[in-house]
């Protein structure tokens, strides 16, 4: 059993940041990858970032230069800087964590932008 739990969305003005977190716990070996989608309403689910163990990243052409992800492997946690916040970040912040051939995601968290 996998748990994956997130945490730090919130409001916040145009311009402004956020810091995500997510932790995964339970019988873990092996973590491959973490990283972060996101939905927003009426939209598709996409990918924002993704970092593997040995820290490689890739982001959302939408988002490169304003998001910064970061991984603590001791700890199992992925980061997720918002900087630089946009009306159009609102949305639900899924964090995954891929244990292949599994992936486990979290319940989601919001961030809201405001113009």
């Known amino acids: 059993q996998v748990q994956v739990v997130e945490s730090g969305g919130g409001l916040v003005q145009g311009g402004g940041s956020l810091r995500l977190s997510c932790a995964a716990s339970?019988?873990?070996?092996?973590?491959?990858?973490m990283g972060w989608f996101r939905q927003a309403p009426g939209k598709q689910r996409e990918l924002v970032a993704v970092?593997?163990?040995?820290?490689?990243?890739n982001y959302a052409d939408s988002v490169k230069g304003r998001f910064t992800i970061s991984r603590d492997n001791a700890k199992n946690t992925v980061y997720l800087q918002l900087n630089s916040l946009k009306p159009e970040d609102t949305a639900v912040y899924y964090c995954?964590?891929?244990?292949?051939?599994?992936?486990?995601w979290g319940q989601g968290t919001q961030v809201t932008v405001s113009s």
């Open positions: 339970g019988s873990i070996l092996g973590i491959s990858a």
């Open positions: 970092i593997t163990s040995d820290g490689a990243t």
């Open positions: 995954y964590t891929w244990v292949p051939p599994r992936t486990y």
